[in-house]
C-alpha cells in the first residue's frame, strides 16, 4: 500500500454523520427506520416504567385500604362502581356482580360465586391488556432490527463492490468508505435490538408479577364474598 493511498483514506470522513451521507438510498432508508424503530422501543419502554411503578404503588394503597377492616361496603361506596386504579376496578367489578345477584327478598341468584369470579377475571384481563400493550413491539424490534441492519449491510457492501468493479481500483480508499458504510446499518440494527430484547425481558417479568398480585386479590377477595354466600 503505497503513500498516496494512505493519506487519501485518511482525508476520507468516517464520522456517522459522514457516512450516513455517503450511504446509498435504500442502505440510508434501512437506517433510518432502524433509528425509528430504536427510539419508539425507548419511547415505550419508558412509558412502561412508569407505568408499571404508577401501577404497584396504586396496588400497594389499595391493599393497605382493603385490609384496613373498613366494610366492603363502605370501600365500595367510596370508590364508586367506575374508579380509577387497575386494583380498584377489580374489586369494583366483583362487588358490582355481588350486588347484582341479590334478589329483591334480600337472597342470592344461584351462581353468584361464578359470576362474581367471571366479573374479576374480566376485569383482569382488560388490566393485561393495558399492562402488556406495546411490549409485543418491543419482542418484534428484538427479533428482526438485527436482520434488517443486516440487509442493509449486504446491499452496500454489494454496492461497494460494484463500484470497485466500475473504477477497477482496489485501493484503501476507495474499498473503505463502502464498506464502512454498510456495516453501519448493522451497528444501527443491534443499537436498536439489544435494549429492546433487554426491556422486554425486564417489563414482561414485571407485568406478569403486577397481573399475579391482582389475581392473588381477586383469589383473596372471592374467598371473603365465598364465606359471606355459605353463611
Do not use: P
Given at each position: 500500500?503505497?503513500?498516496?493511498?494512505?493519506?487519501?483514506?485518511?482525508?476520507?470522513?468516517?464520522?456517522?454523520?459522514?457516512?450516513?451521507?455517503?450511504?446509498?438510498?435504500?442502505?440510508?432508508?434501512?437506517?433510518?427506520?432502524?433509528?425509528?424503530?430504536?427510539?419508539?422501543?425507548?419511547?415505550?419502554?419508558?412509558?412502561?416504567?412508569?407505568?408499571?411503578?404508577?401501577?404497584?404503588?396504586?396496588?400497594?394503597?389499595?391493599d393497605r385500604a382493603f385490609w384496613s377492616g373498613e366494610p366492603l361496603d363502605e370501600l365500595f361506596e367510596k370508590l364508586g362502581p367506575q374508579p380509577d386504579g387497575q386494583s380498584e376496578k377489580i374489586f369494583a367489578a366483583g362487588m358490582l356482580e355481588w350486588r347484582r345477584s341479590h334478589r329483591q327478598d334480600g337472597g342470592l341468584i344461584a351462581g353468584a360465586q361464578s359470576r362474581i369470579d367471571r366479573a374479576m377475571d374480566v376485569a383482569i384481563s382488560r388490566e393485561s391488556e393495558v399492562l402488556n400493550g406495546g411490549l409485543s413491539f418491543l419482542a418484534t424490534v428484538g427479533s428482526t432490527a438485527p436482520f434488517i441492519g443486516l440487509f442493509g449491510t449486504v446491499y452496500g457492501i454489494m454496492h461497494a463492490f460494484t463500484q470497485i468493479a466500475a473504477t477497477k481500483n482496489t485501493d484503501l480508499a476507495t474499498v473503505a468508505p463502502g464498506i464502512a458504510e454498510a456495516l453501519m446499518a448493522t451497528g444501527i440494527g443491534l443499537v436498536a435490538a439489544i435494549p429492546a430484547v433487554v426491556f422486554y425481558n425486564k417489563l414482561n417479568a414485571d407485568s406478569e408479577r403486577i397481573l399475579g398480585g391482582y389475581e392473588a386479590f381477586a383469589d383473596e377477595f372471592a374467598t371473603i364474598l365465598s364465606r359471606q354466600l355459605d353463611a
Open positions: 500500500m503505497n503513500t498516496e493511498t494512505l493519506a487519501m483514506a485518511q482525508e476520507l470522513d468516517f464520522s456517522l454523520l459522514a457516512l450516513f451521507a455517503r450511504a446509498t438510498l435504500t442502505v440510508k432508508v434501512v437506517m433510518i427506520g432502524l433509528l425509528a424503530m430504536s427510539f419508539w422501543s425507548w419511547a415505550i419502554i419508558v412509558r412502561k416504567h412508569i407505568m408499571y411503578r404508577a401501577a404497584r404503588l396504586e396496588a400497594s394503597i389499595f
